[in-house]
T-cell receptor
Framework: GESVGLHLPTLSVQEGDNSIINCAYS??????FIWYKQESGKGPQFIID?????DKRQGQRVTVLLNKTVKHLSLQIAATQPGDSAVYFC???????????FGKGTTLSVSS | ETGVTQSPTHLIKTRGQQVTLRCSSQ?????VSWYQQALGQGPQFIFQ???????GRGNFPPRFSGLQFPNYSSELNVNALELDDSALYLC????????????FGPGTRLLVL
């Protein structure tokens, strides 16, 4: 079946650094990709999404890069702040186009 | 514009009991998806409702069932609770049926003893 994996379960950075969180997916036919941020005790919060017809998409302080050749997705956070500390999930739309398939998450810790 | 809301926030049940969780979708959204999130894991898809019809189902047994109402709010029902059902249950709403741009609620924390 389809799967989503993460390269690092934890990432620690200093305030002001740029953070990069990576994700790999298994299905080369995947069309939709999304990043969520989940703070303790809360539901996942939408950060940014991208479709397979794009390689890069930018938001406020965040950039998502999609490399379909190696089935790799990354989230870049510029000038990381303590408020960015959370668990970050990448998710991929399933083949039926209904469900999101999530990875296990990367815990980002930002120290000041 | 109100976001996705869920009730109750926390719930404790015993094995074998039944539970109903509720979700109100974001204003204007006609699709609700339910996910189960075990501790330390990513959310797992249970099912999706689009315009009051089930629009897809994950690998969960039939004792997990749902409903969507004409106002697009939704219920998740779990019968014959098992200890492994202890998890955070998340509801997500979206504008169209499908996987795209799902906005999550805060979740209901269920503990089965």
């Amino acid at each position: 079946g389809e799967s989503v994996g993460l390269h690092l379960p934890t990432l620690s950075v200093q305030e002001g650094d740029n953070s990069i969180i990576n994700c790999a997916y298994s299905n080369s036919a995947s069309d939709y990709f999304i990043w969520y941020k989940q703070e303790s005790g809360k539901g996942p919060q939408f950060i940014i999404d991208i479709r397979s017809n794009m390689d890069k998409r930018q938001g406020q302080r965040v950039t998502v890069l999609l490399n379909k050749t190696v089935k790799h997705l990354s989230l870049q956070i510029a000038a990381t702040q303590p408020g960015d500390s959370a668990v970050y999930f990448c998710a991929v739309g399933d083949q039926a186009g209904t469900a999101l398939i999530f990875g296990k998450g990367t815990t980002l810790s930002v120290s000041s | 514009e109100t976001g996705v809301t869920q009730s109750p926030t926390h719930l404790i049940k015993t094995r074998g009991q039944q539970v109903t969780l509720r979700c109100s979708s974001q204003s204007g959204h006609n699709t609700v998806s339910w996910y189960q999130q075990a501790l330390g894991q990513g959310p797992q898809f249970i099912f999706q409702y689009y315009r009051e019809e089930e629009n897809g189902r994950g690998n969960f047994p039939p004792r997990f069932s749902g409903l969507q109402f004409p106002n697009y709010s939704s219920e998740l029902n779990v019968n014959a609770l098992e200890l492994d059902d202890s998890a955070l249950y998340l509801c997500a709403s979206s504008l169209y049926g499908g996987a795209e741009t799902q906005y999550f609620g805060p979740g209901t924390r269920l503990l089965v003893l």
